[in-house]
């Protein structure tokens, strides 16, 4: 066999034993990490870091309703911290920040963190999400730490569909109730007016009367 010839073959082989090591490695306990996940915002600033944010929309693209923002927030600090706000430069959005247990602030504890979206988390309505932000958009959020201060980043604004629909808004819109048609309107109108008239009277007539005088 000539140089090149063997040069190839031994090229080809390398080849072959890394594609092989690669597919023993996806189908070892770590193969989930292969799987295809959203590539979705985060950052890092000082111990707080914000994680996966969105900005979730209603599913319909022209359904009028809030939407909401969902992001994981970590504290690495030794003291917790609260979500203060959350804004959107660049819009007239409002976000409604509300904790877990419905009551107070949301805390980010030291060494812990929050989720934001989904049933029984916190949450971040845009009240007025389907005019504020458009599905498609990369959207600046901005969350204000009681401690941190500003953490900006840009998220992707998605509909509440497929893999976001459990962390999108809970209020959905409902369709409109319309009265059923065809139906008799109103009720009827007037009473019967007076009695009956032309009652017996005076006395039997023709043979019951000549019957009577015998």
């Given at each position: 066999m000539s140089r090149s010839?063997?040069?190839?073959?031994?090229?080809?082989?390398?080849?072959?034993?890394?594609?092989?090591?690669?597919?023993?490695?996806?189908?070892?306990?770590?193969?989930?990490?292969?799987?295809?996940?959203p590539d979705n915002a985060a950052v890092t600033v000082e111990d707080i870091k914000v994680q996966n944010a969105v900005v979730i929309?209603?599913?319909g693209l022209t359904t009028a309703g809030?939407?909401?923002?969902?992001?994981?927030?970590?504290?690495?600090?030794?003291?917790?911290?609260?979500?203060?706000?959350?804004?959107?430069?660049?819009?007239?959005?409002?976000?409604?920040?509300k904790a877990a247990e419905g009551a107070g602030p949301i805390t980010i504890p030291a060494g812990g963190s929050v989720l934001?979206?989904?049933?029984?988390?916190?949450?971040?309505?845009?009240?007025?999400g389907h005019e504020a932000v458009k599905?498609?958009?990369?959207?600046?959020?901005v969350f204000k730490l009681s401690q941190?201060?500003?953490?900006?980043?840009?998220?992707f604004v998605v509909p509440a569909t497929s893999y976001f629909k459990e962390y999108g808004p809970s209020e959905l819109p409902k369709p409109p109730v319309t009265a059923p048609t065809g139906t008799?309107?109103?009720?009827?109108?007037?009473?019967?007016?007076?009695?009956?008239?032309g009652s017996p009277s005076g006395e039997p007539s023709g043979e019951a009367s000549h019957a009577a005088g015998h």
């Open positions: 010839l063997r040069r190839g073959a031994l090229a080809a082989t390398a080849i072959v034993f890394s594609i092989a090591a690669l597919s023993a490695c996806g189908a070892g306990n770590d193969a989930q990490t292969l799987e295809v996940r929309t209603q599913p809030p939407a909401v923002v969902s992001a994981m927030v970590f504290n690495n600090g030794s003291t917790q911290q609260t979500l203060d706000a959350i804004t959107l430069p660049g819009s007239a959005a409002t976000v409604k920040l934001l979206g989904g049933e029984g988390n916190a949450s971040a309505v845009i009240e007025n599905d498609g958009d990369s959207q600046p959020v941190t201060g500003a953490v900006a980043l840009n998220a008799p309107s109103g009720t009827p109108s007037g009473t019967p007016s007076g009695t009956p008239s």
